[in-house]
């Protein structure tokens, strides 16, 4: 069986990994295994995403204690080493020791291996080394500059966006399409007129981290660059994209970035445990191509696509995910396609499941567009509107179809 660490990749494009960035691991009892990346990465090598003809590979370098400082402070990044160099049980302090974040040992390492691995994709993109570039062990999103949040030790998307502002990049847009508020890569880039976020979540009225609702636009200096789309739970295909493409296109399309950086958390799926929208496999790609080609409309092409969550680890995960490398690869796959069969076998007898047979949940994927009407006693479109009416006058733009 070819796997991803067997394969030599070349390409236009490229995958930041390496066998280790799955050392982020707090347990076997936690719902963010790091089998979700291995598995993968070990369907896309067998798919042919990943490999000579597919996306190149690309060794994740360990972020310095520097380069994580220019988003974290200090003070966490101590606790981080500290806690992880003799993990026991019973100190909580910066977000550490907690159900969600638990602490295990090497975690300053683990933690800054992923964050060297989404800033090496954006200095791949930056430089033109590649065209696109993904990190699926990365989007680490929650981390709080001085605390640990929600599965998320240090904010790898924030740090490697930091960098390409230091770069030069003079406009980042952001784009999260998690099952979750993008809380802190919002909260870091809050009033920073340079970095638009925009996140597309369960509503934090039923769902973590509870923020992230139409009123909340960014700070004084950077009013309307922090969008969001709080959506009612159980929201489908359909309406899901009914939404993205109400809200994102548009707003990328006026602010105009140098680079875009996305961030793929695929419990947005029905099957997910954790949270209650309802998208397939298949609106979760329609969604990965729609940003492929925004990223060459609006950014010159230069894209940075990174994971995040996603807990049905066998359903879900390695199917949504090489959907995801293939668009960053610039060839989609076909959802009708049949799962290998070497992997599937893999699956069997490594965690004693039964994994999908085809790469595609059987859905049509279709919606209304915007353009057609706003339907007030819709909560989708309510909430969509919302969003459209407290974001779009601050960039210049007509809020109504």
């Not at 954006?122 to 680490?140: D, F, M, P």
Request: proline share 7%.
């Amino acid at each position: 069986m070819t796997t991803a660490d067997t394969t030599t990749c070349a390409g236009h494009s490229s995958v930041v990994f390496d066998r280790s960035l799955t050392e982020y691991d707090f347990g076997p009892e936690h719902p963010m295994a790091p089998v979700r990346v291995d598995l993968t990465m070990r369907l896309a090598a067998e798919l042919g995403v990943v490999g000579s003809d597919g996306l190149r590979c690309v060794d994740a370098p360990v972020a310095t204690e520097d380069q994580i400082a220019t988003v974290h402070d200090p003070a966490l990044i101590e606790a981080v080493q500290r806690m992880g160099a003799r993990p026991g049980p019973g100190e909580e302090l910066h977000g550490l020791g907690t159900d969600d974040n638990p602490v295990f040992r090497g975690m300053h390492h683990a933690a800054a291996h992923v964050v060297g691995a989404s800033m090496e994709a954006c200095r791949q993109v930056w430089t033109r080394e590649s065209v696109h570039s993904a990190n699926i062990s990365g989007g680490l999103h929650h981390a709080m500059p001085d605390r640990a949040s929600g599965f998320c030790i240090y904010n790898d998307i924030a740090v490697g966006i930091r960098w390409l502002l230091d770069q030069g990049a003079q406009k980042v847009a952001y784009v999260d399409v998690d099952v979750h508020h993008g809380d802190g890569v919002e909260r870091i880039f809050w009033n920073d007129p340079r970095v638009l976020t925009v996140s597309l979540h369960e509503s934090g009225q039923f769902l973590f981290p509870g923020t992230g609702f139409a009123k909340d636009v960014g700070g004084p200096d950077a009013e309307g660059t922090a969008v969001n789309v709080a959506l009612p739970p159980g929201t489908g295909d359909s309406g899901w994209l009914r939404a993205f493409h109400a809200v994102v296109p548009p707003l990328l399309r006026e602010f105009a970035p140098d680079v875009l950086v996305t961030q793929h958390g695929c419990d947005s799926h029905a099957a997910d445990p954790l949270a209650d929208l309802t998208l397939s496999v298949d609106g979760q790609r329609a969604a990965y191509l729609a940003l492929h080609d925004l990223a060459h409309e609006v950014a010159g092409g230069r894209w940075v696509a990174t994971g995040g969550g996603g807990y049905a680890l066998v359903e879900v995960v390695p199917r949504a995910w090489s959907h995801l490398l293939a668009a960053v690869a610039g060839r989609p796959l076909d959802p009708t396609m049949v799962v290998p069969g070497a992997w599937r076998e893999h699956v069997a007898e490594t965690l004693g499941q039964t994994a999908p047979r085809l790469m595609t949940d059987g859905q049509r994927i279709g919606y209304r567009p915007w353009e057609e009407g706003y339907d007030p006693d819709l909560w989708l479109d309510r909430t969509v509107h919302e969003t459209r009416t407290a974001v779009f006058p601050l960039h210049g733009m007509d809020p109504m179809p």
